[in-house]
């Protein structure tokens, strides 16, 4: 079937403007997770929906980063006013939680440039 | 909190050399552990997990991990390298009970040399 999928692969924008990032997950996973990948930093956890409960978002880095997920299914995270320092991939992963054992399936990830 | 370190950012092996790539965690419960593989321009693949079944947990590609309590470790081995096995390998502690999300390590870079 299909796997996780996001878009676009690829992006490149100036500093200072707002970026959308989708993420399409596999049917029928209830969990949704976003993380992002950057030299510096290694992977790190940024926001996790599951089902209709509140997200945590205990890992975006700033106020200028949201994340939504609409319908139970696609998500889009925004980053606003980028800046340089939020070049990095942005990975998205989908699951069933199943017994506290999650495991997670990860999109090919986009590329975000910053000029 | 828990917490992964992998031992050596690199590793390079001869083709039909032994791999070992390093991962030590911190967990205050019980943890799930994890191996993902990324190949260049792609997204992780899942090789294995630990659940507190079997210890030693067999993988997709002929790896295997060894979950030891004692040592806090998490070890991946494969007999033999192939050319094919060169990537990049994440170690990964569920970071939550409550959420699941991913705890990585810095990552181990793996070059097979023919």
Redesign the interface.
Known sequence: GAG?SQSPSNKVTEKGKDVELRCDPISGHT?L?W?RQSLGQ????LI?F?GNSAP?KS?LPSDRFSAERTGGSVSTLTIQRTQQEDSAVY?C?S?I?S???????????TRLTVT | AQSVTQLGSHVSVSEGALVLLRCNYSSSVPP?L?W?VQYP??????LL?Y?SAATLVKGINGFEAEFKKSETSFHLTKPSAHMSDAAEY?C?V??????????????TTLQVKP
């Open positions: 996780v969990a997770y993380y290694g992977l790190e956890f996790y599951q945590d890992g990975l992963a699951s939680p017994g506290g054992a999650y495991e997670q399936y990860f999109g090919p990830g | 799930y994890f993902y321009n792609q997204g992780l693949q899942l997990k659940t994440f990964a569920h970071g939550s009970s409550n959420t699941g999300k991913l705890i990585f390590g810095q990552g």
